[in-house]
Every structure is written in C-alpha cells, then in structure tokens.
C-alpha cells in the first residue's frame, strides 16, 4: 500500500510509505472470519454445481415460488428471472457457479480481497431479490428458523464488516467494528437480532403447529439419520410452537440488547448467540439441506455464527488511575 | 438424476493436467536439485488419475481394487509421518511451529479419495458418458455427514493456501527457499519441506539459504493442491 494509507489483511496494520510491498504476515482475527467466509463461498459455488441445478426444475421449482406474496413489481422481477434461468439453465447455473466460486477465490486471496468482498456484497443483494424473493420479509413468510431474513444477505453483511481497512482512532473492542467503528457496527448487531426475534413472531410463526409443520417438511429427501432427528424434533415440539417461539424471541430480544452490555456479559451472550445459530442450523434448517441435492447454500446458521463471533469482545486494556499512576510514581522515586 | 458430461469432462481434463504437471515439475526439481516434495506429488499424481477416472470412466487406469490399496498406502504414509513429526516436536527435535495440518490434509485427501471408492454405488450410465459413481444410497446414504467433513476440510485448506499464495511475490524471491532448518539440514525430506511450502508458519524467510535448495514454481505447486481440494470438494458434494 502507497501513501501511508493502513493497510490491514494481514495480522497488524502496516504502513508503507516506500513502493515495496508489505512482508506477508499470517492472519489475524479478522483474516481468519474473511477465509471463513471465503470457504462458505466456495462450497456455495460448488453446490451449484450439482445436477439439479441444470435442470430446468432449479428455476421453476425453487425461484419461481419465491415470487409469491412479494409486491407486484418485485415479484414480476423474479418471475422473469426464473423464466429465464430455467430455459438457459445450463449456461445460467455454470455462470452463477463460477461467479461464486471465484468470489471465494477472491476472498482468499489477498490481492483480490477488497475486489471479492465488494463484488460479493453486489451478487449476494442480486440473489437475495431474484433467487431468495427478499427472502420473505415482505411476503411475510420469513422465519428465524427457516432461515430469515435470507441467508445471502448475511454474506453481504459480513463482507461490510469484515472489509480490510481500519478507522482512524483507538482500537475497537471487536473486530467487526474495525472497518465501520463501534457506534454501526453494534446498530448493525441489533438490526440483526433483533429482526429475527421479531420474525419469530410473525403470522404464522404464532400458530401452535407452526414451528412443528416446519421441521417436519424438512425432512423429506433427507438421509435417514437426519429424517429421524427431525421426526424427534417435531414430536418434541408438538403443539407447543407459539411458546417456544415466544422464548426463541425473547432470547433473540436478549441477544441483540446484548451488544451494550460490559466486556464479560456480553461474551456470555455471544457464546449463546453462536449456540443459538448452530441449533438452528441443525435442529431447523438440517445444515442447510446440503444432503437433499438441492441446496445451494448452507442457510444462514453457520453466517449467523460467523457474525456472532465478529463481535467477540477482546479484552479491554487495563485502566489505570491517576491515583495508581501516582503510587508507582512515588514508588519509583 | 443425469450429471452433466461436459462438466465431467472438464474437471478429467484438469485433473490430468494437473497429474502430468505433478510428474514433469518431479522430474524438473530433481533435474536441478531442488526441493522434490516426492511424497506429496505423487500423491498428487495419483488422485488426480483416480479423480479422472472416476469422473470419465474410460481415463480409469486401473481397477477400483488397487486404486483403494493406492490411496490406502498414502494414508498410512501420510499418517505415519504426521506420527513422526509429532514424535519429534515431543522430543524437541524439532521446533517448527507447522507441520501436522501439512500431512493432516494430505491424510484427508487420501481417506476421501478411499471413501469414494468404498462408499460409491456404480452408476447405471454408458461408459465413457458420466461419472462411474453417484452417491451411496439407502442405508449407505447414513454416512452423508462425513463427506461434508471432508468438503469443508478441503475448501478450508484450498481457501488457507490461496491466502499463503502472495507470500511469493517475485520481489519476495528469497521467500521461495523457505530456509527452515528442516528444509536445509542433512535430514531433509521431500514432505519436510513440503511442509514449509504448504503450511506456511512453520517457513521463515532466509536470506542465506542456498538457491538449490529453493522450491521450483511454489505458487504453481500450491495451485495444482488447491485445484485438487475444489474438484475433489465437487466430487464429494455429488456423493452428499
């Protein structure tokens, strides 16, 4: 980097005035969420890969239906994207699965990461409108554990958070507020959860069999073992969906108010937050539906994770007094 | 449900590729003495004649049974120098900070490579016009979650080499001859210094290390390693 500006993918921030470029350095914490980022790219890129996503069936029997419920505008807008993919299905699927896997390449990659976490933030909000219909926001068919608010928007999420620059200033508490500061950042972390405490009371997210119905319909097409795990679930849950969808929203509730609270707390939260997405991850959204032959990604579980643990909080730097400050003083002379 | 053949046929191309690239840089380092990773290469020449066949049946060149003793032998290597190198590190011999994600990816590499001979059910297609195996079904299908294993595994390692990739820019040259002790010392070994290429923490730069000691062509080394991970990644995922 040229001009004293910060440069940041490595471990530590360094400045260089001269033309050389900086010495390779291994990654640091934020390196590390943008490779883990850049591998769920990946697989997304891969998944598209398989044979049902050439067929004419990935547009009309898992795009086309995303339309419903959306305004008309918006929906006329997926309804043509699907026609379309699904009469160019091959040439579509092979371009979406090579865009996708060189985002992750891009990631990866540290002279091409700015360009892949941008680029990545323009494809993730293009399949959130064409591929996932908003993800049900407004259709009002989102659910916390179906994967609201759209498990692709997730992606451009984090690629804000974790973009490769730093703000001028002290050291934040955690790594998603390096590039956007503290103040966004947490905003951004309330948004979130709170948005999924809500969507898990909305419309028929309330009803008694709702949450049950859900898992339930999941496990067609799934492996044996998984198909059980579901069946187990759904017994578990029974009649019982509008209360434990009150508790699922009120430790969501918990969770995004949780970002205020002081150092110890709240990594308490985001060790629960993390829990809390790979139960959904598993237990809701069957790790995506990665065995079904037809997922295309891996929902927004383990995203959810991945931006839980951006806000882990590093430790403060300990403060010291005047007093304090004034003893060792006195202690030294 | 009917995989596309081009694709089949795209990713038998370059797996070839990548084999006969493996072969002639050997032949390459050992011609100009240096570094020769002959553990890891070779592994890489295998799988990447067994993916091929596997993915274009009429590239398969020798039967399911020996291809399975092939990348059973790799596994057993790969995990008897991982042993070793933990053994070593115990006994202080060694003070590298990297190495066993070295052979442990490797060792992934090999027990994919036999899942997929072991777990694959033959396809019903004409030979030469698809894959020879889909994914196991059935009771067989009860094993899904460990081929995701070792897709994330690989995507991980592919992703964690593309970043180790800029540390050999050409004005970073010297970097190339990673100049651990272990790479340069009497008792080098091909998957010693591998492990400096590979890994990545373990390998310090070093001025003083000699330029036949160097690694030929690092960056396209690791290119041919991440290439392998993603089509093998592929693979796995139409066996979910």
């Not at chain 1, 993800?135 to 451009?156: E, F, W």
């Not at chain 1, 973009?163 to 790594?175: A, K, L, T």
């Not at chain 1, 898990?200 to 309330?206: D, F, K, P, Q, Y």
């Not at chain 2, 990447?48 to 290597?77: C, H, K, Q, S, Y």
């Amino acid at each position: 980097m040229v001009g004293g500006t910060s440069e940041s993918v490595g471990s530590t921030r360094v400045r260089a005035s001269t033309g050389t470029p900086p010495a390779w350095r291994p990654p640091d914490e934020r390196r590390a969420l943008q490779l883990v980022l850049a591998t769920i790219w990946l697989l997304d890129g891969v998944l598209q890969l398989q044979p049902f996503m050439f067929t004419r069936q990935f547009g009309t029997t898992m795009l086309a239906p995303t339309a419903a419920g959306n305004p008309n505008p918006v929906a006329h807008s997926i309804t043509w994207a699907a026609h379309v993919i699904s009469n160019h299905s091959v040439t579509t699927d092979a371009c979406f699965a090579v865009i996708q896997i060189l985002l992750g390449l891009a990631i990866a990659w540290r002279p091409t990461v700015k360009a892949g976490l941008a680029a990545s933030i323009v494809w993730a909000v293009m399949v959130w409108w064409f591929g996932e219909g908003l993800g049900g926001v407004i259709a009002g068919r989102a659910h916390t554990v179906s994967g609201a608010p759209g498990a692709v928007l997730l992606y451009a999420v984090l690629a804000v958070l974790l973009w490769p620059s730093d703000r001028v200033g002290p050291d934040p508490s955690f790594i998603a507020a390096r590039a956007v500061g503290e103040p966004v950042a947490r905003l951004l972390w309330v948004v979130l959860w709170g948005g999924l405490s809500l969507f898990a009371m909305l419309g028929s997210n309330r009803s008694a069999d709702g949450l049950r119905d859900l898992v339930l319909r999941m496990s067609t097409g799934e492996p044996a073992w998984l198909a059980s795990l579901d069946r187990h679930v759904a017994d578990a849950l029974g009649r019982r969906g509008l209360a434990i969808s009150i508790v699922l929203c009120v430790v969501l509730a918990a969770i995004a108010l949780s970002v205020y609270l002081p150092f110890r707390p709240a990594r308490v939260m985001v060790w629960l937050a993390v829990t809390v997405a790979l139960l959904i991850w598993v237990l809701g959204q069957n790790f995506g539906q990665v065995f079904s032959g037809s997922a295309t990604d891996l929902n927004s579980g383990p995203l959810l994770a991945l931006f839980a643990v951006a806000y882990w909080r590093h430790r403060p730097p300990a403060t010291v007094t005047p007093e304090v400050r004034r003893r060792v003083a006195v202690g030294m002379a | 449900m009917p995989h596309p053949t081009w694709l089949a046929y795209s990713f038998a191309f370059v797996m070839v590729a990548v084999s006969l690239y493996c072969v002639a840089w050997l032949i390459m380092a050992t011609r100009r003495n240096r570094q020769r990773h002959v553990d890891v290469n070779i592994s890489h020449v295998a799988m990447g004649l067994g993916m091929a066949g596997t993915l274009v049946p009429r590239l398969n060149l020798l039967p399911d049974g020996l291809w399975e003793a092939v990348f059973v032998a790799i596994a057993l290597w790969f995990s008897w120098q991982g042993v070793r190198f933990l053994m070593q590190r115990a006994s202080g011999r060694d003070r590298s900070a990297h190495g066993v994600s070295h052979y442990l990816i490797h060792l992934v590499m090999a027990l994919a490579m036999i899942y997929m001979y072991l777990a694959a059910v033959p396809a019903q297609t004409q030979t030469g016009s698809a894959m020879s195996m889909t994914g196991p079904t059935g009771a067989g299908a009860n094993f899904v979650g460990l081929p995701l294993v070792f897709v994330l595994t690989l995507f991980a390692s592919a992703v964690w080499q593309l970043d180790g990739l800029s540390r050999y820019t050409p004005s970073q040259r010297d970097l190339v001859g990673v100049g651990t002790g272990m790479a340069m010392g009497s008792g080098a070994r091909g998957s010693w210094d591998s492990a400096a290429v590979h890994g990545g923490e373990g390998a310090q730069p070093s001025k003083t290390c000699p330029e036949s000691s160097a690694s030929l062509a690092p960056r396209l080394e690791m290119g041919c390693h991440i290439v392998m991970c993603i089509t093998m990644g592929y693979m796995l995922i139409l066996m979910l």
